[in-house]
């Protein structure tokens, strides 16, 4: 059975936000487009493990009511047929009973899917909270943080085994292509 893909897509992405929730979208909204991405894999005492490129796509979806992401490492130009190391899509929905947007990850290429829930962090940016797998034992807290028009930088951070300290695992620097 074949899909039409034509008829998928008008029915995932939208073309814009939600007007009865205008500001509310604004918050994810204001990364839809396209970044160019430089990734940095931390070990727990701060050395880089590993760096790469990529790309992340946003795009409002759901009658304007989510954005989807796609983050691609290494970036598209640069494998045309062959493998790839990731390809993580993210869906973001707003959710108007909690004021804040449930998020779930499922990474291609890597550890299972994460869910978060995602609001302003008070400065600017935009704190998620949630658990890694396997069975959501250790929290996490992903920020996207000095967002402009042409750049931000997303982090995440993992709670240490003593419960109390929050260690540096990964970032992405982006700058906006598109």
Known sequence: MSVRTDVFADLLLAPGPDPAFEQE???FGRLVGVWDVVGTNLAP??????QN???????????GRAIIDLLISPPLAEQPDGPFFEYGP???VYDPGMGAWRVTFNPTGSIGTIKLVARP????GILLEGRLPPEDRQQTRWSFTGITQDSF????????????TWV???EIRAT???
């Open 168 to 170: 540096l695992s990964e």
């Open 176 to 178: 906006r292509r598109a």
């Open 45 to 50: 005492d701060g050395t880089v493990r590993a």
């Open 121 to 124: 962090d008070g400065g600017g």
């Open 90 to 92: 993210t869906i973001r």
């Open 153 to 164: 930088l997303w982090q995440e951070r993992d709670l240490a085994d003593d419960g109390e």
């Open 53 to 63: 490129r990529g790309e992340w796509h946003f795009a409002w979806a759901l009658r």
């Open 25 to 27: 979208l604004a918050l």
